[in-house]
């Protein structure tokens, strides 16, 4: 029962905040079940809970994982917008409070539900509940982003749908499209219709992931998004695509069809790598610097799923890496957008004189980003390697190496100039509010303390994840 | 009733091509609205017996596929004072052929998809014929208002597509499935709209402020 008010109270709580009129009360609906969403998952952790609804929702460590990141961010991003939406004009954020709420309820359905047609149900709500937001300034570029995003997710989508229906055709016995019957019916599926379940999941899912050639809609939307909707989209929105794409994985691995999944994996996670590095080179602009990165870091997460042995293992420990610092630079980018009023690097050249915490985070985060050491995406990344290299494929290792060492300039090149170049006309910079830098420098401090340290109830359910994504590192 | 849903599927067909060959918006809507008729009558058709599950399936799509969405889009044309398809990227007799050639290639795969308990021969490469349609329209049609006929055909075959699993599949995942799909339609009228006011046209081609 737990579950299913885990999805239905922020999903009520939406309707609320749209109802009711003073702002400090819509503000503390969203801050509110955004901190009772983390307390609930937060005892999620320590004691283990029965599937309810006849095996339709039930918590596994992947979707524990999944569910724990997308809360957290949200509680960040929660508090964040109390401090973004003071410095907008006074419409007090009636749309934008409620889809976030109906965002997080969306993606707790995601991160719950072990049958697949719900889970469906779920990615395509938390699809439309941000499509509101990304239009949230109402002028021709967010308009055209809003219309890029919804045409290409919504067909995605749907053909992530169709894949579903083929797994239903593919599937003989036990409960229809529950996830652990699949697994363990694995045998029993027919392979021709599981493979192309596969491909149209993989398409549909992928899309939503953002991965190359796929991600048309990503710098466009994360570029035109606010900040903090782009941070949750980055961190949250791709990880939730990426627990679809898993799923149906494990399902379609169970079946012994092995072969046949990893190469595409691994193909989509070169191709967006090479993408990516391609389109950082000469970016101009931080939220598409930011929008290619995650293509890149979508990359790596399926490349280590496709890869097998240790691959797994870093999969998921790069989730949730990937998702706590997409979520800060997206943060701290916003506040530099919400002083200087452009993304681009060129207005916001010297922007540690101006706001020195959010200069610092992001020069941190530039190198947590990139994988470097001590931060958690350096011990993700590595693992990845080690598993391309422990199974057979140095090539593949070679050109992540190079790939990674293009992108580190590429994205160097432009927050360095952003954090030291002076700039032209100094502009006397207000103090930052508590609220919005508060939530980068947790994030921030929690993703270097993953580099140093996995806490051993984290380390657990990471391999037990990564188990039942493949091999047992 | 064996032969009705096979009429009831062949009618479908007849739907797309119309859909692929009218220039006036208004008369691909009555097309879309027809489709979503025949889509509430099909789940009755291909499974007698007057089951609860059926029916309320077959109410909700009627509701949505062939009243609510058809007035939607209605309206917005009207707002929007968009009458036809000008310019699609390819002329409508290919179309046409384009459309008659993805029905040969759906009975063609349909004959390599093993399904057990199919109860029409039909359902797979209607289906199959009605998302290629779809995506045609998708891709080959300027106007924004096109375009989201286009992810409705779309959803519509892989609605037949679903009809297949019907009975593995339960009935509150449908109603969610269908109220997603009218939500997403819903915001993209919208957006529609918006695009409309912004740029003076629904054309979706203007859209080309953002690039790398």
Known sequence: MLLLLLVLLPAAMAGVAYLVRPVPLRLGCLVGTAFVHLAVVGWLWAVPLAPTLSGWLAIDPLGLLVLSVVSLLFAVVAVYAVGFLRTEPPRGGRVFVTGLLGFLAGSTLVAVSHHLALLWVGMETTTLALAPLVYHRHDRRSLEAVWKYLLLSSVGIALALLGTFFVAAAQTSGRPLILEDLVSGGAGLQPALLRTAFVFLLVGYGTKMGLAPLHAWKPDTYGEAPSLVSGLMAGGLTSCAFLGLARITEVTMAAGQAAFVEPLLLAFGLVSLVVAAAFIIGQADLKRLLAYSSVEHMGLLVLGLGLGGVGPYGTVLHLVNNGLTKGFMFLAVGNVVLVTGSASSEAARGILRRLPVSGVVLLLGLFAVTGSPPFGLFLSEFTILNAAIAQGHPWIALAVVLLLALIFVGMAAVVLEVVYRPAETPAPAPRESLLLVAGPILLLLAVLLLGLWVPPPLHRVLLDAARGLGVAP | ?212
Not at chain 2, 13 to 33: D, E, H, P, Q
Not at chain 2, 144 to 161: D, H, M, P, T
Not at chain 2, 169 to 176: A, D, Y
């Open chain 2, 1 to 212: 009733m064996s032969g009705l849903h096979d009429l009831l599927l062949l009618c479908v067909v007849l739907t797309n091509f119309w859909v692929l060959g009218t220039t006036r918006m208004s008369s691909t809507i009555r097309a879309t609205a027809i489709q979503g008729t025949l889509l509430a009558a099909l789940p009755v058709a291909l499974h007698p017996g007057w089951s609860l599950h059926m029916l309320g399936l077959a109410a909700g799509t009627f509701l949505v596929k062939a009243v609510v969405l058809p007035t939607f889009l209605s309206w917005a044309i009207r707002e929007a004072a968009v009458r036809r398809e000008v310019e699609p990227l390819i002329g409508f007799s290919m179309s046409l052929t384009l459309g008659a050639m993805a029905v040969a290639l759906s009975f063609g795969i349909a004959q390599h998809i093993p399904l057990p308990e199919s109860a029409s021969s039909l359902l797979i490469p209607v289906a199959l014929s009605t998302v290629m349609v779809g995506l045609l329209v998708l891709t080959t049609r300027n106007k924004a208002l096109s375009q989201v006929i286009g992810y409705l055909v779309l959803e519509n075959g892989i609605y037949v597509f679903g009809l297949s699993q019907v009975e593995r599949v339960p009935f509150l995942v449908e109603l969610g499935v269908l109220l997603d799909i009218f939500v997403g339609i819903f915001i993209m009228g919208i957006v529609v709209f918006h695009i409309n006011r912004a740029f003076d046209s629904l054309d979706s081609t203007r859209l080309t402020e953002l690039k790398d």
